[in-house]
T-cell receptor, first 113, second 113 residues
Framework: SQTIHQWPATLVQPVGSPLSLECTVEGTSNPNLYWYRQAAGRGLQLLFY??????ISSEVPQNLSASRPQDRQFILSSKKLLLSDSGFYLC????????????FGPGTRLTVT | QQPVQSPQAVILREGEDAVINCSSSKALYSVHWYRQKHGEAPVFLMILLKGGEQKGHDKISASFNEKKQQSSLYLTASQLSYSGTYFCGTLRNSGGSNYKLTFGKGTLLTVNP
């Protein structure tokens, strides 16, 4: 069966510091991978998605970036965090074909102080 | 184009029924439903495909009206475990073989004893 991991689970970072969140998927090959952000009490905002190694599509212009160095690894980064970057970051995967239902990782709760 | 969900919130007593609606102004490939409990990641419930095929949860039902681009989620004989925020996601082709899921703002369902 497929599993998706995210770390860290929680993170408190000062404004201006860098960020690196990692997501890995097990039990599947060539998945589509997604990064979402959810502000407190709000909906799911798609940040990036990837259909393959090195292929990243950005949905929202911002100070975040994403990379996919391996088939089942997806990384979210920032060089300098802003207060507005606080939120619940969720990684998700779906099949590359078929119905595209998405399965979410446990999430990282980021607080920028 | 974000789908519109209604109602924004609903409070039930255990055993009561509820309907959550999701509508889009754009042609859809499919509609997905997710439930998120407080502090947790969203969990896939079901997917509704064009032509009426439905995949997923065996205790929650849904419908998809392709002509109206609307979907409804039916929660019957609600249980305490049904509490959470329900999101619909509408899948559209974003170019070539890329498909993108856009989520609504969510419906907060509270089931009381």
């Amino acid at each position: 069966s497929q599993t998706i991991h995210q770390w860290p689970a929680t993170l408190v970072q000062p404004v201006g510091s860098p960020l690196s969140l990692e997501c890995t998927v097990e039990g599947t090959s060539n998945p589509n991978l997604y990064w979402y952000r959810q502000a407190a009490g709000r909906g799911l905002q798609l940040l990036f998605y990837s259909v393959g190694i090195g292929q990243i599509s950005s949905e929202v212009p911002q100070n975040l970036s994403a990379s996919r160095p391996q088939d089942r690894q997806f990384i979210l980064s920032s060089k300098k965090l802003l207060l507005s970057d606080s939120g619940f970051y969720l990684c998700a995967w779906s099949g590359g074909t078929g119905d595209y239902e998405q399965y979410f990782g446990p999430g990282t709760r980021l607080t920028v102080t | 184009q974000q789908p519109v969900q209604s109602p924004q919130a609903v409070i039930l007593r255990e055993g009561e029924d509820a309907v959550i609606n999701c509508s889009s102004s754009k042609a859809l490939y499919s509609v997905h439903w997710y439930r998120q409990k407080h502090g947790e990641a969203p969990v896939f419930l079901m997917i509704l495909l064009k032509g009426g095929e439905q995949k997923g949860h065996d205790k929650i039902s849904a419908s998809f009206n392709e002509k109206k681009q609307q979907s409804s989620l039916y929660l019957t004989a609600s249980q305490l475990s049904y509490s959470g925020t329900y999101f619909c996601g509408t899948l559209r082709n974003s170019g070539g073989s890329n498909y993108k899921l856009t989520f609504g703002k969510g419906t907060l369902l509270t089931v009381n004893p």
